[in-house]
């Protein structure tokens, strides 16, 4: 899945889990954070056609992040800062797994390469993850999904009160809020 299907994967986890708004940010960056693994590609276009070109992405995309130590260091983290500190943490491990089967189910490259999921990586390089049914990351199920949680999100934004965009400004959250409930009334 593309990272911005993931993020709102993640939000309609926490969600649906009724978090407060710290505990919220946890289980939607937890579904979006492994595909940080990806920023490679950001010096592989920058040092492309030099004399040291680099394959970062190629090299540690779904292997740095994508794996079952990421997803317990996740956890681990989770549990200082989460308010509700078993519930949160738990569904932290849970968005971070989401990512990994949505990776699993719809990730295939246009090359056809599936991008294998070495799931016990640092500890083995057993159970390295694939699906020979894998749909192309442009592929109607991930628009269909997209479509539905970005609906979803809307809604909730209106009902709620709230939405993705709280992670990066709460103004710009409650002015989406305000828009859809002047546009559609005010939930009652
Ligand atoms: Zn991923």
Known sequence: MHPI?????GWTLANLAGLD?????LVTV??????????????????????????????YHHLLG?????????????????????????????SFHLHLLADILGSRGPDGYQWPIPYLLPFSKAWTLTWSGQWELKAWPNVVASLVMMALALW????????????????ADARLTETLRARFGVPG
């Open 30 to 59: 937890a579904g979006v954070i492994p595909d940080l693994d990806g920023l490679g590609v950001v010096v592989d276009i920058a040092t492309e056609g030099t004399r040291h070109p680099t394959w970062y992405y190629d090299q």
């Open 21 to 25: 708004r710290r505990d919220r940010m």
């Open 5 to 9: 299907s993931h993020l709102f994967l």
């Open 66 to 94: 994508h794996n079952l130590a990421f997803g317990l260091a996740l956890l681990v983290l989770a549990i200082p800062l989460a308010r509700r500190r078993v519930g949160t943490p738990l569904l932290v491990l849970l």
């Open 156 to 171: 909730w934004s209106w009902k709620r009160g709230r939405s993705p965009l709280e992670l990066v400004s709460r103004r």
